[in-house]
Each structure stands twice: as C-alpha cells, then as structure tokens.
C-alpha cells in the first residue's frame, strides 16, 4: 500500500510559477511510475506529467512540454511538479498517483492517488 500526500497548491497570476510536491509512505517510491493529473470541475480527469521508476524518463502532455518539469527524489521518496507559466485554464484540483508499470498517461493505469491539491491561476 502507498500513501500520497500533495502540497504546494494555491492561488496565482497567470504567468506565475508553483512547485507541487508529493510525498510517499508505506512503501519506496523508487519501485513506481509516478504520475501528476488534473482535474477541473465538470472536466475529466487529465495526464499531465509521468516519470520512470529511475526519472531517467519523462513525458508531457503537449499543453504543458516545455512549461512544467515532472522530478523525483527516491532517497526523500517525494515526487514533485515546477510549473511555470500558469494560463487560467490550468485551474484544477492537482493529483499524483503511482503505478507498478513502466509507462503509463492513462488515469486507470495507475493504483495509487493522493487527495489533490488546489491550483487556482487568476486572470
């Protein structure tokens, strides 16, 4: 069992910058594709950012390549997100998740979710 806990969220200008972070209990994280989603109310849950087991691998989605950076630290078992350039429609409840699979941008794939946190981005 893995339990994830999301911090960082909050109120920003567009154009801003957060970094969320993701800290892990119950098991090590280095075993785990770790996953960063969002979703906005009346929307679908979407893949923002994944990365490997070893973080030797990223993936984006194209709304947010070259704006956010998906990271990890497996010694403090914390995953994190930088983002950059905030647009009001980024405004979303901010989700990690963790999945015992190589790769994964697809919700269903992965096991294991956190609570959210908040990222409101004002106009």
């Known amino acids: 069992q893995v339990q994830l806990v999301e911090s960082g969220g909050g109120l920003v200008q567009a154009g801003g910058s957060l970094r969320l972070s993701c800290a892990a209990s119950g098991r090590t994280l280095s075993n785990y594709l770790m996953g960063w989603f969002r979703q906005a109310p009346g929307k679908e849950r979407e893949f923002v950012a994944a990365?490997?087991?070893?973080?030797?691998?990223?993936y984006y989605a194209d709304s947010v390549n070259g704006r956010f950076t998906i990271s990890r630290d497996n010694a403090k078992n914390t995953l994190y997100l930088k983002m950059n350039s905030l647009k009001p429609e980024e405004t979303a409840g901010y989700y990690c998740?963790?999945?015992?699979?190589?790769?994964?941008?697809?919700?269903?794939?992965?096991?294991?979710w956190g609570q959210g946190t908040q990222v409101t981005v004002s106009s």
């Open positions: 998740a963790a999945a015992h699979r190589p790769v994964g941008t697809n919700s269903y794939e992965y096991r294991y």
């Open positions: 990365i490997s087991w070893g973080g030797g691998s990223t």
